[in-house]
């Protein structure tokens, strides 16, 4: 395997969620954008495609679209073009933000392009894309809706000490069942 299909494949497992049930994705291939697209799919249990809306933790989004802008996350990232998304990830991963929330940052900055591509009919702004890349996370914690979270690395050593917490308090209850 090449150095360049490495970092490819790097890429991909970052874009890619894990699956609820890894026996309905067994066989696809990530870097197959149709199998791909059943990844992300598969990754977002909770979406009912068939729905134009649906409310997530008190927000309103239509799933379609939501699964369409992680595939074209997922599609940049595969490609690494433009370079500064994979860039832009691992700097907001450095910060201590989750895998999830990175793919949604990314596509917040990718969802003004869209919307200028398809309502206003203007081409692709390479320019603007990376301008909006660049501005992450202030940008996205500006708009986060109920304001600006803890600073990164501490809601995430919060979270995962919740989990470990959690965990801990599993294992006794099995132990106790034996």
């Known amino acids: 395997m090449s150095d360049s299909e490495t970092a ?8 890619i969620p894990a699956t609820p049930d890894e026996a309905d994705t067994e066989g696809l291939d990530p870097a197959d954008p149709d199998d791909r697209a059943l990844l992300i799919h ?20 239509n799933p379609q679209l939501h699964l369409t802008v992680h595939e074209i996350v997922a599609a940049q ?20 933000y989750g895998r999830h929330e ?19 009919q203007r081409e692709y702004d390479l320019d603007e894309h990376r301008a909006a890349l660049a501005a ?15 600073p990164a690395a501490r809601a995430t050593h919060a979270a995962d000490a919740k ?14 069942r034996r």
């Open 136 to 150: 992450l996370p202030d940008s996205w914690e500006r708009a986060r809706p109920g304001g600006p979270a803890p």
């Open 163 to 176: 989990r470990r917490r959690k965990a801990e308090r599993a294992a006794r209850r099995r132990s106790r």
């Open 102 to 120: 990175i793919l949604h940052m990314l596509g917040a900055a990718l969802t003004p392009q869209l919307w200028a591509a398809l309502h206003d």
């Open 42 to 61: 598969a990754a977002h249990p909770e979406l009912d495609t068939d729905l134009e809306t649906v409310v997530i933790d008190g927000r309103e989004l």
């Open 77 to 96: 990232l595969a490609d690494d073009d433009p370079p500064e998304v994979w860039a832009t990830a691992q700097r907001l991963r450095q910060l201590g």
């Open 8 to 15: 490819r494949d790097r890429r991909l497992a970052f874009a």
